[in-house]
């Protein structure tokens, strides 16, 4: 962090300055110039506010030099890391997975004719909301428990592992039986007291992006989870909210480069909340995988029309089938396979 003090600055002030920095840990080294002193500290500053610093009257600038998150930061881990789903890796340089399902879990006999399209085109993860955060209180909420219950009967007969949304601390036990990889939804991106909680789980963690947050708001999101003990973060972007109406949101892809540049972990794409229309997913889809995405996360129907969410953004089986199909020679062209 780099600190200039105003014009003017009375010493004892400056050294007040200084000592509270030491106090702290940090080892603080002081360029005093005839009208500006400006500090550098050296040390651990990711407990360091700086707004608080800013407080002080007698500062006139603050700069963040370093990234305010350790653990997800790739400075302190170099490699990739490779997030293990009941068997299925996601992240690292070869395999692009490949996640499919419902927005909402309707029942167990769609569940299940739903994950074996999946399976067969290739997915190898079966998505399925039990617990919706829909807008209106008056939309379907999700048929919770029934639904998560209907998701592992569909594992069983598909071996395909399972991710749900999480959107409540009284479901963890729950999840933690049954589900596979836990989604934690844009809508609660900044639930902090839920990403503590999720943060001393034992399932693998899928973080999509909040509706309107910056990347950066977004690892530090991953940062409390990572800090509670549960290292197993993949991100997730589904699109954020802009001025634009032709889309539902805006697919903003440049994050694929800057979260692989920043962090050392997964992340995936879902272009269908990123767009919300089926139309299109697949491009988007195609342009993910070029763009170096560890995986794709798409709403599967097979009669979106009637889908009980999210219908306008669902593929139907075939259309998911081509999408796979269509990416395996772009993965392969940039070295990956799907
Ligand atoms: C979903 O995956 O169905 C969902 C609600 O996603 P998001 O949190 O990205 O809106
Ligand atoms: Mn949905």
């Known amino acids: 962090m780099i600190i200039s003090t105003k ?11 200084i000592s509270g920095f030491e106090a702290q840990g940090l080892s603080v080294t002081l360029i005093q110039g005839t009208d500006y002193n400006v500090f550098g500290l050296v040390g651990d500053t990711t407990k360091l506010d700086e707004k608080i ?22 400075l302190f881990h170099q490699e990739d890391s490779v997030i293990d789903v009941a068997g299925i890796k996601i992240g690292g ?3 692009i997975v490949v996640i499919g399902g419902p927005c909402s879990v309707e ?14 085109a290739g997915g190898s993860m079966l ?29 069983e007969i598909t071996g395909l592992p399972i991710v749900s949304e999480l959107m409540s601390e009284d479901r963890i036990d729950e999840f933690e039986e049954y589900v596979d990889l836990v989604q934690i939804g844009a809508r609660n991106m900044q639930n902090f ?63 694929i480069p800057i979260i692989k540049e920043k962090t050392h972990l997964p992340i995936i794409i879902d272009p269908s909340h990123a767009t919300g229309n089926w139309k299109y997913v697949e491009s988007m889809s195609l342009a993910a995988i070029a763009a170096g995405a560890d995986g794709l996360i798409i709403e599967v129907h097979p009669d979106p029309e009637h889908a009980w969410s999210d219908g306008a953004q669902s593929l139907k089986p075939d259309r998911f089938r081509e999408v796979i199909e269509k990416g395996r020679p772009i993965a392969q062209v940039i070295g990956r396979n799907l």
Do not use: H
């Open 93 to 95: 340089k070869e395999k």
């Open 107 to 120: 029942g167990e006999e769609s569940t299940i004719e739903i994950a074996k399209a999946v399976k067969a």
């Open 127 to 155: 998505r399925g909301g039990a617990y919706k955060p829909r807008t209106s209180p008056y939309a379907f909420q999700g048929l919770g428990t029934e639904g998560i219950l209907d998701m592992v009967k569909a594992r």
């Open 53 to 74: 610093v800013a407080a002080n009257p007698w500062v006139d600038s603050v700069t963040r030099v370093a990234a305010p998150y350790k653990k997800a930061n790739r």
């Open 193 to 255: 007291q839920l990403l503590k909680a999720v943060g001393k789980m034992k399932k693998p963690v899928l973080l999509k992006r909040g509706l309107a947050n910056t990347i950066e708001e977004w690892i530090m999101s991953a940062e409390y989870i990572m800090a509670g003990g549960n290292e197993n973060v993949i991100f997730c972007e589904r699109g954020i909210r802009t001025f634009e109406k032709y889309t539902r949101n805006t697919l903003d892809l440049s994050v």
């Open 7 to 17: 014009r003017g600055t009375p010493q004892e002030e400056l050294q007040k300055i």
